[in-house]
């Protein structure tokens, strides 16, 4: 398959090549801009608004999906096993709604964004959506008065709204070349203060690394069973899956409309599973179906994708389609930590 021109770039920045070279004159102008802009905030030219609640922001500084929505979920069982009563803002990626909006358990995606969708099915919280996440913010505390503490999903770069705890995800590509954009993957510079820094690989950074740290925690996506788009009570194990396929009775196929396809596609292949592979877009709206004319007995598809599949009749009803559910796991010690410091702001 073609690379894309995201593929592309993400190739430039993983070194300090010729091209990535020519423009890093453009990524200290651009790390100029974000300095600026945050110390504006900070000196209160740009209005900033604190909660009466503590915040935790999750996000990246690398371009692109690192795997927040697992961590988002993550956290938020983790504070509710605590005794908080968390709730999760989002921009909403995509979404065509009336903002600021609450997600549903029957919201469509198209309204509110996947992943604040796929977020409301899983974490058991209440989410809010909105291009302000201040707004979204204050709906979500006034619809929802128990919540005593707000997990912001992304917003890094939105000092609109005060947090108190930043969590700062990488994956296995860690800070790339290090450069900013466009020399580089970076929004900010890896050297950005942070409270918590997570990476969603299975091994922990090499001593010289532009990410290495004796305080990192890892986080790993385990995933081992599919269930049915059309019937979620129906699984198998993707066990059973690959001996299926290693025996030649099933065409399997993956499909991935994530910001990072290659890490789904790695996973399957862990489970010593043989696939056709299709990346399509970050945020693919499957408004044209791409598994009409798969030649596949089983195609396995991402949560993230499952949430807009499942509202279509044309893809609901595909029985081939299987929908691989991940969780999040991380290093122990890290969800005390992250408690320690809620109380540290309020009480659970």
């Not at 999750?58 to 795997?67: A, D, H």
């Not at 489970?271 to 089983?298: G, W």
Request: glycine share 8%.
């Amino acid at each position: 398959m073609k690379s894309s021109p995201k593929t592309d770039w993400m190739a430039i920045w993983q070194d300090r090549g010729r091209l990535a070279g020519l423009l890093w004159p453009l990524s200290l102008l651009f790390r100029l801009v974000v300095w600026a802009r945050r110390k504006a905030y900070q000196a209160g030219f740009f209005k900033s608004s604190k909660l009466p609640v503590p915040v935790v922001v999750v996000g990246n500084i690398f371009i692109g999906g690192t795997g927040k929505t697992p961590l988002v979920i993550w956290l938020a069982k983790a504070l509710t096993r605590a005794g908080f009563h968390p709730g999760v803002v989002s921009r909403g990626y995509g979404a065509k709604g009336k903002l600021p909006e609450e997600v549903l358990p029957d919201s469509l995606p198209g309204n509110t964004g996947d992943e604040p969708l796929l977020i409301r099915l899983n974490a058991g919280c209440p989410v809010v959506v909105g291009k302000k996440r201040v707004d979204a913010a204050r709906l979500l505390l006034e619809r929802h008065p128990d919540v005593n503490v707000i997990i912001s999903d992304d917003g890094l770069q939105h000092y609109a709204m005060q947090r108190d705890i930043e969590m700062v995800l990488f994956d296995g590509r860690g800070a790339g070349n290090g450069w900013m954009l466009p020399a580089g993957p970076l929004r900010e510079p890896v050297s950005r203060r942070r409270d918590f820094t997570v990476v969603n690989s299975m091994n922990y950074p090499a001593p010289g690394n532009l990410i290495y740290s004796p305080d990192i925690f890892l986080m790993q996506l385990a995933g081992d069973t599919a269930e049915m788009l059309m019937d979620r009570s129906r699984r198998m194990t993707l066990a059973e899956l690959s001996e299926s396929g290693r025996h030649g009775r099933l065409r399997i196929a993956a499909v991935a409309g994530i910001g990072n396809p290659a890490r789904f596609f790695v996973m399957l292949k862990t489970a010593r599973l043989e696939v056709q592979t299709c990346p399509l877009p970050d945020h693919f709206d499957y408004a044209s179906n791409p598994f009409e004319k798969m030649d596949a007995d089983i195609i396995l598809v991402t949560e993230k994708d499952a949430v807009k599949c499942a509202r279509i009749a044309a893809i609901a009803k595909d029985t081939r389609i299987w929908v691989v559910p991940v969780r999040a796991q991380l290093d122990d010690g890290l969800e005390q930590k992250i408690v320690e410091k809620c109380r540290e702001y309020g009480t659970a």
